[in-house]
């Protein structure tokens, strides 16, 4: 059975932290690449951070490069976000996603529940 779960999320002050993390099962975690989103109320989801299969590459929202770090740890099947500093506006639910990375498409994509993250003093 594939799972993606998530942990980790809840209230943070601004300039406090918080970390993120998404375990995975039921694939092979390491053929996959993973990201997070953010879906805020009456907003679109967003792309927040995309880490590689190795880890070897990362990419950012503009929104939150600089303050937050994916990382992932193939031998524990998990995923991290690093969450430093967050403003209020980083509050929403934040969600783990798995892409295949192999060839050819279609491609197989897993969605995690998500984990409500909030940002207030």
């Known amino acids: 059975q594939v799972q993606l779960v998530e942990s980790g999320g809840g209230l943070v002050q601004p300039g406090g932290s918080l970390k993120l993390s998404c375990a995975a099962s039921?694939?092979?975690?390491?053929?996959?690449?993973m990201s997070w989103y953010r879906q805020a109320p009456g907003k679109e989801r967003e792309l927040v951070a995309t880490?590689?299969?190795?880890?070897?590459?990362?990419n950012y929202a503009d929104s939150v490069k600089g303050r937050f770090t994916i990382t992932r740890d193939n031998a524990k099947n998990t995923v991290y976000l690093q969450m430093s500093s967050p403003r209020p506006s980083a509050t929403a639910v934040y969600l783990c996603?798995?892409?295949?990375?192999?060839?050819?498409?279609?491609?197989?994509?897993?969605w995690g529940q998500g984990t409500q993250v909030t940002v207030s003093s």
């Open positions: 039921g694939f092979t975690f390491s053929n996959f690449r």
């Open positions: 996603h798995a892409e295949h990375a192999g060839l050819p498409p279609p491609r197989l994509r897993y």
């Open positions: 880490i590689t299969t190795t880890g070897g590459t990362t």
